[in-house]
Nanobody, 131 residues
């Protein structure tokens, strides 16, 4: 059983949009830092978008800035990653991760040194951007 669940990945044409969702059946995401990591063949894994649990501050990888937006719906216990103007280089497997890191530094939460530190991971959802 997975502790968080991602959804929303799909095949989309360049310029299109997708909204990924991350939910946790067993705990309240509002109490946790949230990170979206991406793995793509031929590329280094990277933190795409992250949100600190303490103050809700967000950070976006340079490749996502201006196009991706994090949001949350507390009532649905769900965090969303809205992805607009998608590009072929956005293709990859997107993973939602959560943990109760005390830091309010969203940028730090997206760094790779936290890869092994997040305790809750989803199965991943695949995004393909292609014409």
């Amino acid at each position: 059983q997975l502790e968080v669940v991602e959804s929303g990945g799909d095949l989309v044409q360049p310029g299109g949009s997708l909204r990924l969702a991350c939910t946790a059946p067993g705990f309240l995401l509002d109490d946790y830092a949230i990170a979206w990591f991406r793995r793509s063949p031929g590329k280094e894994r990277e933190g795409v978008a992250c949100m600190a649990n303490h103050d809700g501050s967000t950070y976006y990888h340079v490749s996502a800035q201006g196009r991706f937006t994090l949001s949350s719906n507390i009532g649905k216990n769900t965090v969303y990653l809205q992805m607009n103007n998608l590009k072929p280089e956005d293709t990859g497997d997107y993973y939602c991760a959560a943990d109760s890191f005390p830091t309010s530094d969203a940028q730090d939460l997206c760094q790779l040194h936290h890869w092994d530190g997040y305790n809750y991971w989803g199965q991943g959802t695949h995004v393909t951007v292609s014409s």
